[in-house]
């Protein structure tokens, strides 16, 4: 099965600054997306950013961007000029067509913006 | 345009009874798939439902089932509850059933089993 790994459970950043949020993946398939996920205390899950495996040019939203190292497998999710709305439980998944088109999902990175 | 909204928002039930959990997708869209959240296990898919048809199936016992209704409405039931039961019943819906199709989130439904 396919799996998506977070090592950093939790991460703090200053208003202002820039923080990296890590993800890993593992998969035998070529034809997949990425995604990143935020799920602010509310509950609701909002979609911040996703990036198909096709695609080498890395995506961005505004002030998210994802550096995609497909050889290696990583997904890192770079948040520039922080925000305290950016506070969030922050979720790596990842999505196939050969696999039922189902989501995994990484165990997610806590994110606190310090004021 | 209304988001997918779930009902009820809170649940506690005692072991042993069964529970339906209801969402209603964004209209338009005929495509629901239903979450498990967890502290200890994270996010797990439970199934997708498009046009009425279970198109997917995640990997949970039989006493978790689902429905989709011709209004692309969907039902999650769960029979005979056990504590460990307890979580946040996520529901997502799409346009369609591919990664290309965003899905929208509801803001679950979080079931308390005591």
């Known amino acids: 099965a396919q799996t998506v790994t977070q090592s950093q459970p939790e991460m703090s950043v200053q208003e202002a600054e820039t923080v990296t949020l890590s993800c890993t993946y593992d998969t035998s398939e070529s034809d997949y997306y990425l995604f990143w996920y935020k799920q602010p205390p509310s509950r609701q899950m909002i979609l911040v950013i996703r990036q198909e495996a096709y695609k080498q040019q890395n995506a961005t939203e505004n002030r998210f961007s994802v550096n995609f190292q497909k050889a290696a497998k990583s997904f890192s999710l770079k948040i520039s000029d922080s925000q305290l709305g950016d506070a969030a439980m922050y979720f790596c998944a990842y999505r196939s067509p050969n696999t039922g088109n189902q989501f995994y999902f990484g165990t997610g990175t806590s994110l606190t913006v310090i004021p | 345009k209304a988001g997918v909204t779930q009902t009820p928002r809170y649940l506690i039930k005692t072991r042993g009874q069964q529970v339906t959990l209801s969402c209603s997708p964004i209209?338009?869209?005929?495509?629901v798939s239903w979450y498990q959240q967890t502290p200890g296990q994270g996010l797990q898919f439970l199934f997708e439902?498009?046009?009425?048809?279970?198109?997917n199936k995640g990997n949970f016992p039989g006493r978790f089932s689902g429905r989709q209704f011709s209004n692309s409405r969907s039902e999650m039931n769960v029979s005979t509850l056990e504590l460990g039961d307890s979580a946040l019943y996520l529901c997502?819906?799409?346009?369609?059933?591919?990664?290309?199709?965003?899905?929208?989130f509801g803001p679950g439904t979080r079931l308390t089993v005591l």
């Open positions: 997502a819906s799409s346009l369609g059933t591919g990664p290309i199709h965003e899905q929208f």
């Open positions: 209209s338009g869209h005929r495509s």
């Open positions: 439902y498009f046009s009425e048809t279970q198109r």
